[in-house]
Nanobody
């Protein structure tokens, strides 16, 4: 079984930056892809960014293109979401998601609030 722990959320002013981290742990797993989702109050969960560990390039939601960057550290089984030029519309709970040979695992979520 794989466990995910997220960190890095918080309160930031419009135009600011945050970096979310997601650490995967467990016994003998192979990671196929990472993804970040978010869910704002009253909205459905939406895909923000994804990274398949192969030839498929990273993908981003249109609303975050040019502002957010997904990356990973293979040695530490970690993924990151660098969020720049944050807008109030980015306020949501952000969830990390990893696809392994075992299945799909979700993190517990971390709150990001963009407000002045």
């Amino acid at each position: 079984q794989v466990q995910l722990v997220e960190s890095g959320g918080g309160l930031v002013q419009p135009g600011g930056s945050l970096r979310l981290s997601c650490a995967a742990s467990g016994r003998s797993f192979v990671i196929y892809a990472w993804a970040w989702y978010r869910q704002a109050p009253g909205n459905e969960r939406e895909l923000v960014a994804s990274m398949a560990l192969g030839s498929t390039p990273t993908t981003y939601a249109d609303s975050v293109k040019g502002r957010f960057t997904i990356s990973r550290n293979k040695a530490n089984n970690m993924a990151y979401l660098q969020m720049d030029s944050l807008e109030p519309e980015d306020t949501a709970v952000y969830y990390c998601n990893v696809k392994t040979h075992i299945g799909v695992t979700w993190g517990q979520g971390t709150q990001v609030t963009v407000s002045s």
